[in-house]
């Protein structure tokens, strides 16, 4: 194939072109070495010229290289070594002195077979590709993809997370509204049972005063005549009187307690919503959990008993409205897990530097593939309408954002407990807090 | 479209690989000093997604290493090398490597075997037919992987391939590997065509 093409040409190239091409005989001796060779390893054809390779070149790894190029000579095929498992055949410079990054030129290599006429491999013919460039270029794009895969992974958590904030602000803004909706009628009906109140004690005194008149009156009246006795103790009758006096009495004071329970609802209700304060506060649990009782007393009176197991814990730094909310979800549901009716159980108590509550039912329970699920937010397994799935995924975060936990323990048929944990102590005092759902809330 | 080769032709093939494998296996022996068995070569023309339980009934249940290298010229087609993986050092030192291999060392190695056990059979092939085949650089398929992982049949770009299977052992090194060529359906005539021009000389 040679001589069907110019030498002088092919030899031009051979020596002048961008790889490094060098051969070698049956006993490693240097027959060729190009222009490339010369300039990278500083060390010229002339001086190199029927020397072993090895013995020019003592950093070469000689085992193996050696063995590379019998296998070449005994069989007659092609080799090749790349970058990629190993760097370089001879340790050059490379030709990015200033922008590289690399120590070497990388290399692929080629081993190419010389055969003589007879067929027989006379010399092995090695040639170098610088590949620093490609291999910079390939190592570049390998580290961006990673880069670009932990964005990807970033953005992925961040989609989550910002879904997981949709949701919550979704809710808080259900009880931000029901809040203020709630603080303003507090205030609205704070008013007329003001005067309500008032006009009460006015009434009781003034019924008081009317009746000591009437009792005088009375004991005067056998000195009317007999015609006016009689028409007095008709109409007595007709009214009757004796029971009228008693019940008087009674109907007051019981309009006095009725009015004292709305004012505990309302104020329990502007306790509830933190109309006046909100944020970081020591607060009592337990006195949170009688607050969120009295508020959804009305949803649970029919379907459930209550009963308290105080143990009394210490006072939490907590955000108290929140903690309201997460003990209002708690109780709800377990009243919805009542088939008939039922029993809940509210304990507290401490544990290192934490308080517990407990919110425990003896309702359904919970099967086990669900509990890995209730606290997602839109799970649900109440009837489409009924429930949103919002409630436990609420709670969830609420707990996580006081650094504490809730745990939830439940056998199908016998009931579920959740458990809140919450440390004591947070150093948070006097930072505002995101969810201030009632701070605008008219006062 | 080719049928795939005739009995002469295939017997010759067979026949051809026999000889050029055997000549590169004694040579090989003689450069390693160790005694070097070579299988039958077996020829099958086989559907594409035949291929993964081919390669998976080589080696059985265990994990595979695996390197490729494609040929060129007078044929083309690809050759496929599967070592069981507890074997992939076997070759190793025969190769002059010194010392515990690192993971790049070890890579090389699988590499190094595509690139000699393909030479020796696709070479040993041309060599007899008079056709010039070059080899393009050898890559890896994979480490440790699961035999019907080595092929994915709806990654390749053909539906019929002609299959030469050798086993390769060398004694003492606990080495078996299994090679395969594989020749596109379309390539099979340009090879019946030398295999003819061959059995002429005889
Ligand atoms: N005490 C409990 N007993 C039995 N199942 C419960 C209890 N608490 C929660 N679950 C289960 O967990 C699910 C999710 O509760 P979550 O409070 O998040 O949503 P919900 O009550 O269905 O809806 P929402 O609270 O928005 O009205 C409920 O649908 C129910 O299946
Ligand atoms: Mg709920």
Redesign the interface.
Known sequence: MADQQNPQLSGFIVERMELGVFAVDSSFNIVLWNHFMHTHSGKSWESLKGTNLFASFPELPESWLKRKIEHVFALGNYAFTSWEQRAYLFRFKHNRPITGGVDAMLQNCTFLPLRDAKGKVELVVITLQDCTDNALIQQRLAEAITVSDEERRKQQELIVKLEDAKNQLYQSEKLASIGQLAAGVAHEINNPIGFVNSNLGTLERNVTDLMKLMAVFESKETELPKDTQRELSKIKKEIDFEYLKEDLAALISESKEGLSHVRRIVSDLKDFSRVDQSGWQIADLEKCIDTTLNVVSNEIRYKATVVKEYGHPPLVECVPGQINQVLMNLVVNASQAFPERGQITLRTGEEGMYVWIEVEDNGIGIPPENQQRIFEPFFTTKPVGTGTGLGLSVCYNIIRKHEGDLIVRSEVGKGTCFRILLPIFHGKMGESEEIEFANSAPQ | MNKGLSEDQTDALQELANIGMGQ?GD??A??WKEFVHLSIPKIAIVDASRLPALIHGFVGDTAVSASRQAFHGGFRGEVLVVVSAKDRNGLAN?????GQLDS??R??VL??IV??LG??CV?GIA?QVNAEI??S??SLIGEDIDPLDVIHPDQLAIDKALSLEVCFQVENRSLTAHLVILLPNNEVGALAELLDQFLCTL
């Open positions: 590169a040579s090989l003689r450069i025969l190769m002059g490597y010194e790049v060392e890579e090389e590499l190094d690139n000699l030479g020796a070479g060599q070059g080899f650089a050898p």
